[in-house]
């Protein structure tokens, strides 16, 4: 039986255009395909007919499959000699247990590639005209969850670090916890007036954005209804978002 192989790739943001090439022929060749929500349907419609298609979504406490589910079917396909693609939103290295699957591949042996994908962490505010450094407000990046494992003992987020940061904070999977954000990084010593913008949706059709100061922000989403997926940027680049100005990446 030939060697089966898994491919984790990166759909990037959001619509073909942001798709890397590598990307688009490994979808295209595949025999499998396991997919989550985040590639969006533009991407998804693109599927081969040909591949058997297994959604592996996971909308907030609900999952379709959970990740050992998502990890045994992986490696019973690649046993079967099939090549396999696990497809994710953005990067499958940052922030989406692309390491996780990568171990598990490992230790059966099985043949394992990185098709890295643009992510939505700098691609996002880039696209609403908001870039993550300037020379004028930010020399460095942090890019952190704000959704943690719950089953660790501890945080591993240093908040009084974290508030002293003088770049650019860049939260994913954090509206949930906006709020209980905020109020630490405020707590630790951040300026309260510092500007923030929460990307909903972004690079897409019915993409939305809201700013305001830090420690006004979490009650701004709760107003505004802000639903994820969204991208929160916090620090000076933020102010520079300015809401008439066209999209910087067309649709």
Not at 133 to 152: C, L, N
């Amino acid at each position: 039986m030939m060697q089966g192989k898994v491919y984790l790739v990166g759909a990037g943001p959001g619509g073909v255009g942001l798709l890397t090439l590598r990307a688009r022929q490994v979808i295209d060749e595949a025999d499998v395909v396991l997919y989550d929500q985040l590639p969006g349907e533009e991407i998804l419609a693109t599927l081969p007919e040909r591949a058997e298609k297994i959604d592996c979504g996971k909308y907030g406490s609900s999952h379709t499959l959970e990740q050992d589910e998502i990890e045994a079917l992986m490696v019973a396909r690649a046993k079967e000699g099939k090549q396999v693609v696990r497809l994710k939103g953005g990067d499958p290295f940052l922030f989406g247990r692309g390491g996780e699957e990568l171990e598990v591949m490992r230790s059966h042996g099985i043949p394992v590639e990185l098709v890295p994908g643009v992510s939505s962490a700098l691609a996002v505010p880039g696209a609403v005209g908001i870039p993550l450094t300037h020379r004028r407000f930010s020399s460095q990046v942090t890019i952190m969850t704000g959704h943690e494992d719950p089953g660790k003992e501890e945080s591993g987020l240093d908040w009084e670090v974290l508030a002293r940061n003088p770049g650019t904070l860049v939260i994913l999977m954090g509206v949930k916890n906006l709020p209980v954000i905020a109020s630490q990084l405020v707590a630790n010593g951040k300026d309260p007036g510092t500007p923030v913008a929460i990307i909903e949706r972004g690079l897409r059709k019915d993409q939305r954005v809201t700013t305001g100061p830090l420690h006004m922000i979490g009650t701004l989403a709760k107003e505004r209804n802000v639903r994820p997926p969204a991208i929160i940027v916090i620090g000076g680049v933020a102010s520079l978002y300015r809401k008439d100005e066209p999209g910087l990446i067309p649709f």
